[in-house]
């Protein structure tokens, strides 16, 4: 019912920047928190960023002071812009949204996430 696709990716010099998007469909009545998650290889996912639909925003630590979550409600969209970008940041990066749903008279609630892109940062 919710469907969430992300955009961005690809790859970049280390130093370089790249801004991810992710622009979520569907039956959607609300959208709560959104956020970016990234996975590398032989480790957990982790989160980078997350945006409530207020716009408070919180960061890992490897992500502040390079990485701005946004977003743009009448779109239901979020983007991660990354500056600076190290080869350390090479992951697939995911979006999720926490997502209020309504069809008919049924009402769901989603934690939704996207497909992923990969981001890779040469040295």
């Known amino acids: 019912q919710v469907q969430l696709v992300e955009s961005g990716g690809g790859l970049v010099q280390a130093g370089g920047s790249l801004r991810l998007s992710c622009a979520a469909s569907?039956?959607?009545?609300?959208?709560?928190?959104m956020g970016w998650y990234r996975q590398a290889p032989g480790k957990q996912r982790e989160l980078v960023a997350g945006?409530?639909?207020?716009?408070?925003?919180n960061y890992a630590d490897s992500a502040k002071g390079r990485f701005t979550i946004s977003r743009d409600n009448a779109k239901n969209t979020v983007y991660l812009q990354m500056n600076s970008l190290k080869p350390e940041d090479t992951a697939v990066y995911y979006c999720?949204?926490?997502?209020?749903?309504?069809?008919?008279?049924?009402?769901?609630?989603?934690?939704?996430w996207g497909q992923g892109t990969q981001v890779t940062v040469s040295s």
């Open positions: 569907g039956s959607i009545f609300s959208i709560n928190a």
């Open positions: 945006i409530t639909s207020g716009g408070s925003t």
């Open positions: 999720n949204a926490d997502v209020s749903t309504v069809v008919g008279a049924t009402v769901g609630f989603f934690s939704s």
